[in-house]
């Protein structure tokens, strides 16, 4: 490219020219972006002759300017997505060669550096113990890559000019329209994709030989384990509380429970997000903890026995005495019903 092969540095700035969708499509992987020099030519070119008497001969002077463009490639197809034409704000003098109009035409003369230039010397009719002519090389004087990367970061900064537009003409390129559609469908698709490994390390146990007490799906038996102890526990101690506290029952079973495996598969189902799990998880245990703490201290201490049973149990006895024991004075039954030792005379 014009004898342009140097790597050139690119700042925040310059990748900011693209638009917000296009840097997402390239950190996500579903396509590249890259910013890439084009077009490199010397232009206002003019000639002038090296010496008054040899006009075979001359410098060649002219502005470099060369394209810096944003692309994005997805799928084998490259988009343009910005552009600019840069045009140095002073001429360098970039060749010595023959003086030709083909050479003046030449906006990338690499193809005359080395060349042999033949001239006469001007015959005034005298004997002349010398050749008549003289040879020379065509040389370039400034070549682009030399003068690019002088200017690019330092000196006359041009890399700064491609974002304060100084020195440069912007090109307009046609919007892609569909590079939304895909970048939503791929972040989808990646979205999706995590869930599906994250959920399967929680509800599926590890492949053999790797350290069960590690992995999360251990981890997850441990909560359920816990979580079933405090309902068998509320269950045995404290079942007036259960049947008289709606939000306790649910706090144990359906949708809105603790966590536990069967809460986090429904989860899964309902395309609930992991990073959020803890959080639901934590706000689930608080709930629980302050309606638990709203019950009377005396319950919480000495258990509540629901009125159902205490009955049951009172009816029991009755019919125990009733039909089943052996008759015995009033006295004696009062006071076993009571939990006192019968007098005896």
Same mark, same amino acid.
Do not use: C, H, M
């Given at each position: 490219m014009c004898e342009m092969s140097v790597e050139l540095d690119a700042t925040r700035a310059l990748i900011g020219q693209f638009p917000d969708i296009y840097l997402i499509a390239d950190q996500t992987r579903l396509g590249q972006i890259e910013i890439c020099y084009d077009n490199i030519q010397w232009v206002n070119r003019r000639s002038e002759p090296v010496r008054a008497d040899d006009p075979n001969v001359a410098n060649y002077f002219g502005q470099l300017s060369f394209d810096l463009v944003g692309r994005y490639h997805e799928?084998?197809?490259?988009?343009?997505?910005?552009?600019?034409?840069?045009?140095?704000?002073?001429?360098y003098h970039y060749l010595f060669a023959a003086a030709t109009e083909e050479v003046l035409a030449d906006s990338c003369p690499t193809e005359w550096v080395g060349s042999r230039i033949v001239t006469r010397l001007i015959n005034d009719g005298a004997v002349r113990v010398v050749p008549d002519?003289?040879?020379?090389? +065509?040389?370039? &004087?400034?070549?682009?890559?030399?003068?690019?990367?002088?200017?690019?970061?330092?000196? =006359? /900064?041009? !890399?700064? %000019?491609?974002?304060?537009?100084?020195?440069?003409?912007?090109?307009?390129?046609?919007?892609?329209?569909?590079?939304?559609?895909r970048v939503n469908q791929h972040l989808q698709t990646l979205y999706q994709s995590e869930q599906s490994v994250l959920y399967s390390a929680l509800l599926r146990p590890r492949p053999s030989g790797d350290r069960e007490e590690d992995s999360l799906f251990f981890?997850?038996?441990?909560?359920?384990?816990?979580? +079933?102890?405090? &309902?068998?526990?509320?269950?045995?101690?404290?079942?007036?509380?259960?049947?008289?506290? =709606? /939000?306790? !029952?649910? %706090?144990?079973?359906?949708?809105s429970s603790l966590l536990d495996e069967g809460v986090l598969r429904r989860f899964r189902q309902s395309n609930i997000a992991v990073s959020s799990i803890n959080d639901?998880?934590?706000?689930?245990?608080?709930?629980?903890?302050?309606?638990?703490?709203?019950?009377?201290e005396v319950v919480r201490r000495s258990g509540s026995v629901a009125t159902s049973v205490a009955h049951a149990i009172t009816r029991l006895n009755a019919l125990y005495f009733e039909y089943f024991a052996l008759p015995r004075s009033t006295i004696e039954q009062e006071a076993e019903f009571n939990g006192f030792d019968a007098p005896r005379g």
């Open positions: 799928n084998g197809e490259t988009t343009n997505v910005f552009g600019s034409n840069f045009l140095s704000p002073r001429e002519r003289l040879t020379y090389l +065509a040389a370039a &004087r400034s070549l682009p890559s030399q003068v690019i990367s002088n200017n690019w970061s330092s000196k =006359e /900064e041009w !890399r700064d %000019s491609f974002v304060t537009g100084l020195n440069t003409t912007r090109y307009e390129y046609e919007t892609d329209e569909t590079i939304f559609d981890q997850l038996g441990e909560l359920s384990a816990r979580k +079933a102890l405090v &309902r068998t526990y509320l269950n045995l101690f404290y079942p007036q509380s259960l049947v008289d506290s =709606e /939000e306790i !029952r649910g %706090s144990l079973e359906g949708y639901l998880g934590i706000a689930r245990l608080e709930r629980f903890q302050a309606l638990w703490n709203r019950q009377p």
